[in-house]
């Protein structure tokens, strides 16, 4: 077999079989291949490989599609979208100066709703709640105290002044009073006094301004703690009026 | 001395990336419809029989993630090949770490290559098919992107990560060895 005088050629047939070349070269080499039997050689093989390209599956350009990054044009865009929706929350509330670390800060300063603690308002509420409790406990305990501190033993109590002492607002499970059913009286007994005074309690506006005063300074001065658990031997028995709440 | 063809295949590409870059997300498509195919059928050259579709996705994905570093001084389609081959490499690479025995060497006969047989229809394509399978990895991989992808010796170098002149020795001597067994 002859060797081919015209590499340059020899090198370009592979175009030449796709048909990718000017007119102008493609005219030179169809001359050139009527001289040259190897070059007419390699283009027959050319052909013949180009026919047996293998059958291939196309892809699926929908889901090669789906899988791509989003342009730059797109991530700009979903980026000024971003910041856009913060300046104008931050806008309407503080000042106008595009600043994201500003906006980070307040974003930190006000958690969203799902960052913040539930059980938060609940506590607060919670305590008020038990604040108010307590505080009639003390009340209740206090003036019990008081009673007992002026008159030793009271065998016979009006219930409807120890609702008005409870402040009428139903705290009828406090620990010191019992309120069953059908009672009548409370009876209040303490051991360090021989007899039973009847004391009733009637309105606060029976006292002077002096008792008064001096059963408030009595409730300040009294140990809360104490009103959580019943007197020793002081079995409260209250009247009609009362119930379960 | 090339055609307006290839030119025009590159203003095309080119025209389609600066739109996909403003934001279209049909010049997406586009691309993808005219390249997808020649990456399936480069994967196949290059001795990938499982999960084509896969690597012709992860290529596309690879490339327009970096299409900033995409210059104009070579096709798109070239570009799209360097790629591809990498991550075939690649996945040889973690292949063979795992314990697979996978031919990693240009310079040894690849039997991958063989899936092309099945491919092939007729006889004088088998003959052709079990031809290329003789040839060097390397000589192969020029002779087909020579051939049948239509690349330059410049874009066979670039995707091979060779040079012009080792590229065209592959060719002629990846020529020379085919038409031997076909004339046998």
Request: glycine letters at 6%; charged letters at 25%.
């Amino acid at each position: 077999m002859t060797e081919c005088r015209s590499p340059e050629f020899q090198d370009l047939l592979p175009d030449y079989a796709a048909q990718a070349l000017d007119e102008v070269t493609m005219t030179r080499i169809a001359a050139h291949l009527t001289d040259c039997v190897e070059c007419a050689d390699d283009l027959a093989v050319l052909h013949l490989v180009r026919q047996t390209r293998p059958r291939v599956v196309v892809p699926d350009i929908a889901r090669i599609v789906a899988a791509l990054p989003p342009s730059p044009a797109v991530q700009r865009t979903n980026a000024n979208v971003t910041v856009g929706h913060l300046r104008l929350v931050r806008d309407s509330e503080e000042s106008a100066e595009p600043n994201t670390a500003k906006l980070a800060a307040s974003a930190r300063a006000t958690p969203p709703p799902s960052m913040r603690s539930p059980s938060k308002k609940g506590a607060v509420f919670g305590l008020s709640i038990w604040r108010v409790a307590a505080t009639l406990g003390v009340i209740i305990a206090g003036g019990a105290s008081v009673l007992v501190a002026r008159n030793g033993l009271t065998d016979a109590v009006d219930p409807a002044a120890v609702v008005a002492v409870q402040g009428g607002d139903g705290v009828a499970s406090t620990p010191a009073i019992v309120m069953p059913e059908r009672a009548e009286t409370v009876a209040v007994a303490t051991p360090n006094r021989a007899e039973p005074v009847s004391v009733s309690y009637g309105d606060l506006g029976d006292y002077s301004e002096d008792e008064l005063q001096n059963m408030l300074d009595r409730l300040e001065r009294w140990d809360g703690a104490t009103s959580t658990e019943p007197l020793p031997g002081v079995p409260i028995l209250l009247a009609s009026g009362g119930g379960t709440p | 001395m090339i055609d307006a063809t290839q030119q025009e295949d590159a203003q095309t590409d080119g025209l389609l990336i600066d739109q996909w870059k403003a934001g279209d997300q049909r010049a997406a498509t586009a691309i993808v419809e005219r390249h997808a195919e020649a990456l399936a059928r480069f994967a196949g050259r290059l001795g990938v029989t499982d999960d084509v579709d896969e690597l012709v996705q992860d290529t596309f994905i690879r490339a327009f993630s970096a299409i900033e570093s995409f210059r104009a001084d070579s096709s798109l389609r070239t570009w799209l090949f360097t790629i591809e081959r990498r991550l075939v490499i690649d996945r040889r690479r973690a292949q063979a770490r795992r314990g697979h025995d996978i031919e990693l060497d240009d310079m040894h006969a690849a039997s991958g290559f063989d899936a092309l047989d099945t491919m092939v229809a007729d006889e004088a394509g088998q003959r052709v098919a079990a031809a290329m399978a003789r040839l060097t990895r390397m000589q192969r991989d020029v002779f087909t992107l020579r051939v049948q992808e239509g690349r330059s010796y410049k874009e066979i170098a670039e995707i091979l990560g060779s040079t012009e002149g080792a590229a065209r020795v592959h060719y002629h001597n990846a020529m020379r060895a085919v038409k031997e067994f076909l004339h046998d």
